[in-house]
């Protein structure tokens, strides 16, 4: 089992371009979540698929779209990057939504020039 | 509002002595928690989590944390460190309903020799 993956791995965009981050399960998860991480901030939320067929808003939606394309994958959109989304994107799946335990990706490293 | 404070963003430990970080949060109600570990350029992987039960659990890499709800503290421990130990580690708690989870800011471990 591959567990979850990411791709890209690494990413250089200009202000104003778009681009799709995707995210990849094996494990027969229910819910996934996509975060970035910021140097001192932690983990961010920034929205998440309790199920199969429905998204929601965290922490940090604004400048972000996702779509839960079917049970294993979970893809983020920038439809217009923004330097402040220079950052590092996490993608994480969970077996059901009661049980928090969460499985994570190795990460994106986006910037935003 | 749930929040995590991890008070020491780094530490520095000599190989073989011991280690605490610590972790304070606010919940309401009976939190679940957890400890992560992220390696330089890695995901996170569980080191450990609390749901209910002894208050004191074992996780993987020789690490245990023990859950004391009246400091509303879980704080991490390893009797001795390895070098292999240096990594960033983070502090998490979702609601007993599921969900989302919480991240604190991160502690650095750093390893002397």
């Known amino acids: 089992n591959a567990g979850v993956t990411q791709t890209p791995k690494f990413q250089v965009l200009k202000t104003g371009q778009s681009m799709t981050l995707q995210c990849a399960q094996d494990?027969?998860?229910?819910?996934m979540y996509w975060y970035r991480q910021d140097p001192g901030m932690g983990l961010r939320l920034i929205y998440y698929?309790?199920?199969?067929?429905?998204?929601d808003k965290g922490e940090v939606p604004n400048g972000y779209n996702v779509s839960r394309l079917n049970k294993r994958e979970f893809s983020l959109r920038l439809e217009s990057a923004a330097p402040s989304q220079t950052s590092v994107y996490f993608c994480?799946?969970?077996?059901?939504?009661?049980?928090?335990?969460?499985?994570f990706g190795p990460g994106t490293r986006l910037t935003v020039l | 509002a749930q929040s995590v404070t991890q008070p020491d963003i780094h530490i520095t430990v000599s190989e073989g002595a011991s280690l605490e970080l610590r972790c304070n949060y606010s919940?309401?109600?009976?939190?679940?928690l957890f400890w992560y570990v992220q390696s330089p350029g890695q995901g996170l992987q569980l080191l450990l989590k609390?749901?209910?039960?002894?208050?004191l659990v074992q996780g993987i890499k020789g690490f245990e944390a023990e859950f004391k709800r009246s400091q509303s503290s879980f704080n991490l421990r390893k009797p001795s460190v390895h070098w292999s130990d240096a990594a960033e580690y983070f502090c998490?708690?979702?609601?007993?309903?599921?969900?989302?989870?919480?991240f604190g800011q991160g502690t650095e471990l750093s390893v002397k020799p």
């Open positions: 994480a799946s969970s077996e059901v939504w009661q049980y928090n335990e969460q499985f």
């Open positions: 494990m027969n998860h229910n819910s």
């Open positions: 698929s309790a199920s199969e067929g429905t998204t």
């Open positions: 919940y309401g109600a009976t939190p679940y």
């Open positions: 609390y749901f209910s039960g002894d208050t």
């Open positions: 998490a708690v979702g609601r007993n309903q599921g969900g989302k989870l919480i």
